[in-house]
């Protein structure tokens, strides 16, 4: 079991930040995201767009401003549980929560910080009849484990960098390996569309455009699927089928925590610290709701800077404590380092 | 003061909204749905109007002129589902005075 102060779930740029504002206050995170990587939208969806409104910055790629958060946060030792989604929470006698993922792993924590965004990140199912009864009998929306691929035949569809680089990655692994796209063009890193053209000329990638899957067939597995190629109706023999059409977030379980939720979003108590209607659970960032709510970056770590005082409050009742600069006070690591502001130097003039 | 323009919009029950769109303050027709809240929040312009998630997916119905789709749109259009012939992202439609009298309907949200 992983303990905690504050469990956060949603490693975006306000559950980072949360760490930091946490730390000062001497409090010990963990974030969970179902995400493998921190960052949240800004790592999966567009690190390479500049943000120009973090203030402080003129422009910052949204995948610099996850790495400077990253570097920021560094000092207080964050526990992370990646690539695994908050499936339940439960609370105990004492105030207390324990939170366990979809893989099983529990976390238990004084408090929990819900800053996940517009939700965790699903695949994008394509509308193809009876794909459901496909799932993990042949046809996976993620490429979780390569070597389940060794020596079978797959078809990967889709026309986005994930698409493009998986195939290159399994064709040292797969015996074929087919891409199919609805059109010619893709739309990926230069390089990686170089590669696949360059392993398509070799013989060792099929590619087929303009195609899309109608039907897939098999009895307990798959074996093969219908495709339309160019208005041509072709079956082709597979073991596996990969759709990978982008992730669209969901709130997901959250939705079913008894939180109130109101817009797609937490309702919280704006006016004090982010609180929603369970005492110690708050929502930080896109994923609440109040009164003149903005979904802004700059929102998210004023909202996280609160809900931290506000549970140092809860662990710590009656203890006082007032506000202070990091200019005055430094930033005293968990990890032993210490940031200061050097020491003003007095010397006379003769 | 710069004129507003009138955009017929179908939401995803089949209600039809005939709204104000303003043409001065850098909007687009995403962004229009989500202001008079003609779509659940979470559901409609997902990546904030990058051309990036087809969640603002509407079909154009009728033939007010509207700008070429650029290559992020078309890619784009290319991995969504339930696209037809006259399906654009509303995120990639500025509102302009051009757009008077545009007829979209909302796609199915996917």
Redesign the interface.
Same mark, same amino acid.
């Given at each position: 079991m992983i303990k905690t102060d504050i469990l956060i779930i949603g490693a975006g740029p306000t559950g980072l930040f949360a760490v930091f504002e946490a730390g000062l206050l001497k409090l010990k995170c963990h974030i969970i995201d179902a995400l493998p990587q921190p960052g949240g939208?800004l790592a999966e969806?567009?690190p390479k767009?500049p943000i120009f409104d973090i203030p402080g910055f003129p422009e910052v790629l949204a995948g610099d401003l996850v790495d400077n958060l990253m570097e920021q946060i560094k000092q207080f030792q964050p526990g992370f549980t990646l690539n695994e989604r908050a499936e339940t929470i439960d609370k105990l006698d004492d105030g207390t929560f324990i939170v366990t993922t979809d893989k099983g792993t529990e976390h238990h924590a004084n408090a929990v910080a819900i800053a996940g965004g517009?939700?965790s990140f699903e695949p994008?199912k394509? !509308?193809i009849d009876g794909i459901a009864s496909f799932e993990e009998k042949g046809v996976e929306y993620f490429v979780k484990n390569p070597e389940r691929f060794r020596n079978k035949r797959i078809v990967i569809a /889709?026309?986005?960098d994930s698409a493009l680089d998986w195939s290159i990655f399994l064709t040292n692994v797969a015996s074929e390996v087919t891409l199919i796209?609805?059109?010619n063009?893709?739309?990926g890193a230069l390089d990686s569309v170089e590669k696949v053209q360059e392993l398509k000329n070799l013989g060792k990638l099929s590619l087929i455009t303009p195609a899309e899957v109608t039907a897939l067939h098999g009895t307990d597995h798959l074996e093969a699927i219908s495709i339309d190629h160019n208005g041509e109706n072709r079956i082709l023999e597979t073991d596996y089928l990969i759709p990978l059409?982008?992730l669209?977030?969901k709130?997901g379980p959250i939705a079913n925590w008894g939180l109130e939720i109101e817009?797609?979003?937490i309702k919280v108590n704006n006016a004090l610290d982010y609180q929603t209607n369970i005492p110690g659970i708050y929502a930080i960032g896109d994923v609440n709701?109040y009164p003149g709510k903005l979904k802004l970056i700059l929102c998210g770590f004023h909202e996280a800077t609160l809900m931290c005082q506000s549970v140092y409050q809860r662990m710590n009742p009656g203890k006082k404590y007032v506000l202070k600069y990091t200019t005055v006070s430094g930033v005293d690591g968990f990890d032993g380092t210490r940031k200061e502001a050097e020491k003003a130097v007095v010397k006379a003039i003769d | 003061m710069a004129q507003d323009v009138k955009i017929t919009i179908i939401d995803r029950e089949g209600h039809r909204h005939e709204v104000d769109a303003p043409t001065d303050m850098n909007m687009n027709v995403m962004e229009l749905v989500r202001a008079y809240e003609l779509a659940? !929040? /979470?559901?409609i312009g997902?990546?904030g109007g #990058?051309a #990036?998630?087809a969640?603002c997916q509407c079909y154009v119905l009728n033939d007010v002129v509207l700008p070429e789709k650029t $290559? $992020?749109e !078309?890619? #784009?259009l290319? !991995?969504a589902?339930?696209v037809k012939p006259n399906s654009r992202l509303g995120c990639q439609l500025a509102i302009t005075e051009e757009l008077d009298g545009l007829e979209i309907e909302l796609a199915p949200e996917?």
């Amino acid at each position: 079991m992983i303990k905690t102060d504050i469990l956060i779930i949603g490693a975006g740029p306000t559950g980072l930040f949360a760490v930091f504002e946490a730390g000062l206050l001497k409090l010990k995170c963990h974030i969970i995201d179902a995400l493998p990587q921190p960052g949240g939208q800004l790592a999966e969806l567009y690190p390479k767009k500049p943000i120009f409104d973090i203030p402080g910055f003129p422009e910052v790629l949204a995948g610099d401003l996850v790495d400077n958060l990253m570097e920021q946060i560094k000092q207080f030792q964050p526990g992370f549980t990646l690539n695994e989604r908050a499936e339940t929470i439960d609370k105990l006698d004492d105030g207390t929560f324990i939170v366990t993922t979809d893989k099983g792993t529990e976390h238990h924590a004084n408090a929990v910080a819900i800053a996940g965004g517009l939700g965790s990140f699903e695949p994008r199912k394509p !509308e193809i009849d009876g794909i459901a009864s496909f799932e993990e009998k042949g046809v996976e929306y993620f490429v979780k484990n390569p070597e389940r691929f060794r020596n079978k035949r797959i078809v990967i569809a /889709g026309g986005g960098d994930s698409a493009l680089d998986w195939s290159i990655f399994l064709t040292n692994v797969a015996s074929e390996v087919t891409l199919i796209h609805r059109r010619n063009e893709f739309r990926g890193a230069l390089d990686s569309v170089e590669k696949v053209q360059e392993l398509k000329n070799l013989g060792k990638l099929s590619l087929i455009t303009p195609a899309e899957v109608t039907a897939l067939h098999g009895t307990d597995h798959l074996e093969a699927i219908s495709i339309d190629h160019n208005g041509e109706n072709r079956i082709l023999e597979t073991d596996y089928l990969i759709p990978l059409f982008g992730l669209s977030p969901k709130l997901g379980p959250i939705a079913n925590w008894g939180l109130e939720i109101e817009k797609n979003a937490i309702k919280v108590n704006n006016a004090l610290d982010y609180q929603t209607n369970i005492p110690g659970i708050y929502a930080i960032g896109d994923v609440n709701t109040y009164p003149g709510k903005l979904k802004l970056i700059l929102c998210g770590f004023h909202e996280a800077t609160l809900m931290c005082q506000s549970v140092y409050q809860r662990m710590n009742p009656g203890k006082k404590y007032v506000l202070k600069y990091t200019t005055v006070s430094g930033v005293d690591g968990f990890d032993g380092t210490r940031k200061e502001a050097e020491k003003a130097v007095v010397k006379a003039i003769d | 003061m710069a004129q507003d323009v009138k955009i017929t919009i179908i939401d995803r029950e089949g209600h039809r909204h005939e709204v104000d769109a303003p043409t001065d303050m850098n909007m687009n027709v995403m962004e229009l749905v989500r202001a008079y809240e003609l779509a659940p !929040e /979470g559901t409609i312009g997902i990546c904030g109007g #990058m051309a #990036m998630c087809a969640s603002c997916q509407c079909y154009v119905l009728n033939d007010v002129v509207l700008p070429e789709k650029t $290559d $992020d749109e !078309e890619a #784009m259009l290319s !991995e969504a589902f339930h696209v037809k012939p006259n399906s654009r992202l509303g995120c990639q439609l500025a509102i302009t005075e051009e757009l008077d009298g545009l007829e979209i309907e909302l796609a199915p949200e996917s």
